[in-house]
Every structure is written in C-alpha cells, then in structure tokens.
Nanobody
C-alpha cells in the first residue's frame, strides 16, 4: 500500500513562487518514478512534470523553464518548485506514482494564482 500526501499549495500573485511537497510511504520509493499532475476546473488532468529513480526529469511545454521537479529518496519526498507563476497555472496539483498494476494519487493541493 502506497500513500501520497501533498502540501504547499495556496494563493500567490502572478510572478510569485510556491514549492509543493509530496510525502510518500512505502519502502520502494527510491526506485519508483514520480510525477506531478494538475487539473483545472473544466479541464482534463494533465502531466506537469515527472522524475525517474535516477532523477531524470521531463516537463510539460507550458511549464518548462519555470517549474523544477526534484526528489529526496532518503526522506521519501518529491518536490515541485514553481516560479514565475501565471493565472493559467491555477489548478489542483496531484502527486502520482504507478506501481504495477495500480496508479496511486494524493488527495491534491490547490494552487491559485491571482492578483
């Protein structure tokens, strides 16, 4: 059983920064690829960033150069540093991992970018 718990969301002005954290339970965290997704009202959930066990990263085009995903395998944590935030980044952000045959999701954390 894997549990994912996100934190760090909130209200921020355009151009501001936030750092999201995801705490993961489970002894295999260090070998598990992790991802951050987001879902805005009326839109489908989309992949924002992912990181492999050896910290190879990928990003959605919309966040490249602004967001950074990282992980601390010793603490079972994955982070999403979000800089230069825009109103269109407003969404619920979810931590995710896939361990065959199950997709695991956190409960989500709201990020609102507004002046």
């Amino acid at each position: 059983q894997v549990q994912l718990v996100e934190s760090g969301g909130g209200l921020v002005q355009p151009g501001g920064s936030l750092r999201l954290s995801c705490a993961a339970s489970g002894s295999i965290f260090g070998i598990t690829p992790m991802g951050w997704y987001r879902q805005a009202p009326g839109k489908e959930r989309e992949l924002v960033a992912s990181i492999t066990s050896d910290s190879t990263t990928t990003y959605a085009d919309s966040v490249k150069g602004r967001f950074t995903i990282s992980r601390d395998n010793g603490k079972n944590l994955v982070y999403l540093q979000m800089n230069s935030l825009k109103p269109e980044d407003t969404a619920v952000y979810y931590c995710h991992c896939y361990i065959w045959p199950t997709n695991y999701w956190g409960q989500g954390t709201q990020v609102t970018v507004s002046s």
